[in-house]
């Protein structure tokens, strides 16, 4: 079993709609969990962090903790084309992040 | 800040080759990691350093790869000899200590390439 899992994708949606991205991890004890986003041909760069159960919101971006689940979820209201896009789920264990497989989101005009 | 520098950007070289990548963290910040990204095994840690320090190693191929941190400002990360599977984009990311150690700063990578 992977340590972080993504949902394979591609994920496509209109513009406007509301995008779900889903990741689960393996290790109970993990306690600090990251969105990145990646464009094509760019690096990682950081959108969310969650730290305790249940919503945190930014923006147009929320992200979603269930510990118990062991799940991490990342929506992303009123989605843009702007918005398409590599997703990386990231968990924080013993200092080092480990990151998913990522989800590509297509946002159609 | 500049945000965390990687050089080169692009190395095409052939297999054998010994190949230096390089990287200048965020000032500040304590954590360097070493990732490395290819379509089929997605971004993998290399390794990481902490205060100069090397912490876990345990992501490094094999013996053919080494990282150096010798000061707060530069890291390396060498392959010798290089082979045709280290293809890949290698990344460098810093963060500061405690829960935002988690939140990485990527520099722009290095795209290698081996022939």
């Known amino acids: 079993q992977k340590e972080v899992e993504q949902n394979s994708g591609p994920l496509s949606v209109p513009e406007g709609a509301i995008a779900s991205l889903n990741c689960t991890y393996s290790?109970?004890?993990?306690?600090?969990f990251f969105w990145y986003r990646q464009y094509s041909g760019k690096s990682p760069e950081l959108i969310m962090s969650?730290?305790?159960?249940g919503d945190k919101e930014d923006g147009r971006f929320t992200a979603q903790l269930n510990k118990a689940s062991q799940y991490v979820s990342l929506l992303i209201r009123d989605s843009q084309p702007s918005d398409s896009a590599t997703y990386l789920c990231a968990v924080l264990n013993a200092g080092k992040s480990t990151f998913g497989d990522g989800t590509t989101l297509t946002v159609k005009p | 800040d500049a945000g965390v520098i990687q050089s080169p950007r692009h190395e095409v070289t052939e297999m054998g080759q010994e190949v230096t990548l390089r990287c200048k963290p965020i000032s500040g910040h304590d954590y360097l990691f070493w990732y490395r990204q290819t379509m089929m095994r997605g971004l993998e840690l290399l390794i990481y350093f902490n205060n100069n320090v090397p912490i876990d190693d345990s992501g490094m191929p094999e013996d053919r790869f080494s990282a150096k941190m010798p000061n707060a400002s530069f890291s390396t990360l060498k392959i010798q000899p290089s082979e045709p599977r280290d293809s890949a984009v290698y990344f460098c990311?810093?963060?500061?200590?405690?829960?935002?150690?988690?939140?990485?700063?990527f520099g722009e990578g290095s795209r290698l390439t081996v022939l």
């Open positions: 290790d109970r004890v993990s306690q600090s």
């Open positions: 990311a810093t963060s500061t200590s405690g829960r935002a150690s988690g939140e990485l700063f």
């Open positions: 969650i730290y305790s159960n």
